[in-house]
């Protein structure tokens, strides 16, 4: 397998996060961008909506989507819940990382990280501040009464959700106000095989 992406990116981490938690490798290709890799012909080809990550199998099957590739690769191991209840509440929080999460918290990361947080993108970035703490409250709540997101054991659904949240405040978000959640970024960071994310 390949894996075109930037180890800068919440959503390329999880994918390294993942492999490493299974113990599974496969070849990494860096993608810049700020550089333009994702809209060069050769890329668009693999991938027509133009981001990462994107993994490549070795029959040339391509499948984006950060939360899919995760839950391609985490097939038939324990980070994917037995019961279907559970199964559908990890989906539940992927669908939420997507949606009521990444949208906030990452792109005011990406703002203030990649661009240096510009005079012109500075009124996107705080408007991003009361989303991404409405987000982390959510998950406050949940995480106040269950170690993990889904009941007492992790799974792909908090390793969706780990990657933006444990950097969150490169992004502006202080985690001080946010206990239970602070406690779930040292658990999954004690788990074996656990990678740092790339500086």
């Known amino acids: 397998m390949q894996i075109y992406g930037d180890k800068r990116s919440g959503n390329c981490y999880k994918i390294q996060l993942l492999l490493a938690l299974l113990g599974k490798s496969c070849e990494w290709i ?10 060069t012909p050769a890329f668009l080809n693999k991938n027509p909506n133009g981001k990462i990550p994107l993994l490549e199998l070795d029959d040339g099957r391509t499948l984006a989507e950060s939360n899919a590739i995760l839950n391609y690769i985490g097939s038939g191991s324990s980070l994917i819940p037995s019961s279907a209840f559970d199964q559908a509440q990890m ?3 992927q669908f939420f990382e997507q949606y009521s999460h990444e949208p906030y918290i990452a792109v005011a ?3 203030n990280l990649y661009l240096g947080l510009p005079d012109e993108r ?5 408007s991003k501040q009361d989303g ?4 982390l409250s959510v998950m406050e709540q949940r995480l106040a009464s269950s170690l993990y997101l889904v009941g007492n054991q992790l799974s792909l659904a908090d390793i969706s959700l780990f990657a933006y949240t444990h950097v ?7 985690l001080i106000g946010y206990p239970a959640i602070r406690n779930w970024i040292s658990l999954i960071k004690d788990h074996k095989g ?3 994310m790339a500086v």
């Open 30 to 39: 860096d993608i810049d961008l700020l550089a333009g890799d994702s809209r």
């Open 91 to 93: 989906l539940q929080w």
């Open 109 to 111: 990361r990406y703002i």
């Open 122 to 126: 500075k009124s996107e970035y705080e």
């Open 132 to 135: 991404g703490h409405k987000a």
């Open 168 to 174: 969150a405040h490169q992004g502006g978000f202080d």
């Open 194 to 196: 656990f990678v740092p």
